[in-house]
């Protein structure tokens, strides 16, 4: 039973928050056709804290990646709100990295790993998905990273 | 019968426009597995004049709401033109808001909502969908606002 | 048998190289409900190097079409590994388009075409896509676009 996404979250330390509301006037996941996708989240810290920054600027790719690995969390609480057992999610399809970026940074890649390393650790093989990673002006709030998923569901 | 998105529409005042061509070298739509991809949607506004403008330089967050909604009109009439009924929306899964932003602008939520809250008012519970909204340098013809959709259809 | 998709590669000059490898700890395409997701795809020349630039800074609409052709060719190299044989794309479904750009450039468009024309090319009807095309402010080491797909497979 350690072979479970809840025990290697737990060997990892990680306490998966409550989901995060949506901001506005939409719904944090959709389940049709097999596919949850997943709304854009943002990143918090374990305090309940934005992440704010921008790459390049006020925050390096190390800490991008910290950003990273935060909304991938709040990811697999959606997952964790939509499915109830993470055990139901056949495979993490697609994540779409958004980061917040100074025109001169070009290490998106390293930022977005921070989010695929957890993914894999999590979900084993599972979690091995496809993703695109691009540098944006600018992220509501002022965060620093935004990653929303595409997730088929057994 | 009021109860259906066109009569919604009706009561909203809203003429869904004649869909718009796509401006280059592919297509409006495509409808695959169940589900109906609608490429990114530019503003019109109600004159079919291109609505301009870079938030939080040359535009506020409620005139970015407002071409928000002209966007969502615009994903409205795609719908129509692929479906023929609105009424075999069974759901609005996820929209992908692009906000053209100066790099201090954090209201891309806000901005976002214009599509959204019309989504909801349109189609019910039905419309209610995940999304993301970042911020992005620029936008084709220098528009405000740019929004794409998946929709699940019956 | 001129009309496959590997036959008019061969008429157009096409060489398709092997699939990249992806920069990161993730993987070039996950197939999942008939649908192939391929992560966003850089473009390299012929020789295998980078094409880099910001499209109305250091590059024109005309090379940013030709870097999009070369993404859009990174596209298909993946379609090739993912499915073996060319002939069971049922369907280009969207095209996720990238464009580094200066904040003055708008023909986000024209750049997308360079994908979105050989697209056509090679699979006819079959190529013809959904599609969203913003400008960014820089994406990852610097190359002038970045494309991501989804295609319906038979």
């Known amino acids: 039973m350690t072979d479970t996404p809840a025990a290697r979250l737990a060997a990892l330390g990680i306490t998966v928050p409550v989901a995060a509301a949506p901001a506005a006037n939409y719904v944090p996941f959709v389940l049709e056709n097999g596919l949850l996708h997943i709304s854009g989240q943002i990143p918090f810290d374990e305090a309940g804290g934005l992440i704010r920054g921008?790459?390049?600027?006020?925050?390096?790719?190390?800490?991008?990646?910290?950003?990273?690995?935060?909304?991938?969390i709040g990811l697999i609480a959606q997952m964790q709100a939509a499915l109830g057992d993470l055990g139901r999610v056949r495979r993490i399809v697609k994540l779409g990295v958004f980061v917040a970026s100074a025109p001169d940074f070009t290490d998106q890649p390293e930022v977005g790993n921070g989010a695929s390393d957890l993914m894999v650790a999590v979900f084993g093989d599972a979690g091995r998905h496809a993703r695109s990673?691009?540098?944006?002006?600018?992220?509501?709030?002022?965060?620093a990273v935004e990653i929303d998923a595409i997730i088929a569901v057994s």
Do not use: N, Y
């Open 54 to 72: 921008r790459l390049g600027d006020t925050m390096d790719a190390a800490g991008g990646a910290a950003a990273a690995r935060r909304c991938a």
């Open 133 to 143: 990673a691009v540098g944006v002006a600018v992220l509501p709030r002022g965060v």
